[in-house]
């Protein structure tokens, strides 16, 4: 795991099969961002067969296999799509093509699996609702700071439990490491990333609405900048927004590209929960100048303070359901409404967003 590197972070977990081999099989394509490999591990823990991967670009397919060196390269996508036995594709495309691909996934009888951002633009997401009716399949979305981090698993159960009453207010930081020199060319195009609230923004909201049981929401507020790289004017290095829920609950978040070279991961990222009852903390990657390791979870109730670092005792548990969801039609993991509205909101807060540093 590249734990100071961001556009490559994979978190592998606990095996916890839900499936016997060749029960459920995915097919793998679009290597364009590295969140591609945790999308893999978390599929393959959970016993799903990657029967193949495909890219155009062999550096890219070289890179990914010796990751994953047992799952072989196809002659092309459409040998993927084509494949009867394959159930779902998994992909992470420059984001602004990743709506199309899934839409011509979905019309092949598969479900589709992206990394966020989803879409780009409102009018990809109105298309992709009417793929998805038209088709009958699904469109899911790989919101990693919530379901790849063992801390925010176990804080969604403590909010399930009751542990803190009703969840009134939700504040989220998201700073991620810039890498500068790292990035492909279509990072710093806005067209093609989609801002920083469609884009790392995403996260926040899913989790928002997540963990405060919404199923629906209002942008209050939004700002974008480029604080500190005039040389790519098209990026958007600080935004942040304000939220409230149907239920009342409200939401405060702010991303930025902003991590300090020292810190020994690639982003400081905390979600604060209030309750009626009590409040939780998750320190997701590190515990600054404390504890190098991530999965810190710190509950206050009337009973008392807890700490709980649950780094290999949670687990991922969205891989296996989103499999037995494919399977046998449910939707357990996460439904398709969650998935286009924590996508909808992002994507307004981005639209509206007043920029700050023009």
């Not at 702010?254 to 409040?279: A, H, M, N, S, Y």
């Not at 357990?332 to 639209?351: G, Y």
Request: aromatic share 10%; charged share 25%.
């Amino acid at each position: 795991m590249a734990s100071k590197d961001g556009m490559n972070y994979a978190p592998k977990g606990k095996e916890n099969k839900v499936v016997e081999p060749g029960e459920f099989v995915v097919g793998v394509t679009a290597l364009d961002h590295g969140h591609i490999n945790g999308m893999t591990n978390g599929l393959l823990e959970a016993g799903a067969t990657i029967k193949y991967v495909y890219d155009p670009d062999a550096e890219k397919l070289k890179a990914y296999q010796e990751q994953f060196p047992d799952i072989p390269a196809a002659e092309s996508l459409e040998q993927i799509l084509e494949d009867p036995e394959v159930q779902l594709v998994a992909a992470a495309a420059v984001p602004n093509l990743r709506s199309a691909l899934g839409n011509r996934v979905m019309r092949a009888g598969k479900d589709y699996f992206t990394d966020k951002t989803g879409f780009t633009t409102l009018e990809q997401l109105e298309e992709t609702k009417k793929v998805v009716k038209e088709t009958g399949r699904k469109y899911w979305v790989y919101f990693s700071e919530r379901l790849h981090v063992e801390g925010a698993v176990l804080a969604g159960q403590m909010i399930e439990e009751g542990k803190i009453g009703r969840v009134i207010q939700v504040t989220g930081f998201g700073p991620h490491r810039l890498d500068k020199e790292k990035r492909p060319e279509w990072f710093f195009k806005k067209e093609q990333y989609g801002g920083i609230l469609a884009d790392i923004g995403s996260h926040q909201i899913e989790q928002f609405l997540h963990f405060t049981g919404n199923t629906d929401a209002k942008v209050l507020h939004s700002k974008v900048g480029n604080y500190s790289n005039p040389d790519t004017p098209e990026l958007e290095d600080y935004g942040d927004a304000t939220l409230v829920g149907d239920n009342g609950a409200t939401f405060i978040f702010k991303v930025d590209w902003f991590t300090p070279d020292g810190l020994g991961i690639w982003g400081d990222g905390r979600t604060f929960i209030t309750g009626t009852e009590g409040t939780i903390e998750i320190r997701k990657y590190i515990n600054v100048a404390t504890d190098t390791s991530g999965d810190h979870v710190f509950l206050v109730t009337k009973d008392g303070e807890e700490h709980h670092q649950v780094t290999g005792q949670v687990g991922f548990p969205f891989f296996g359901e989103m499999i037995l969801d494919i399977i046998n039609g449910t939707e357990k993991a996460m439904t398709q409404a969650h998935i286009f509205k924590a996508q909808e909101l992002c994507l307004l807060a981005q639209e509206q967003a007043m920029n700050i540093t023009e």
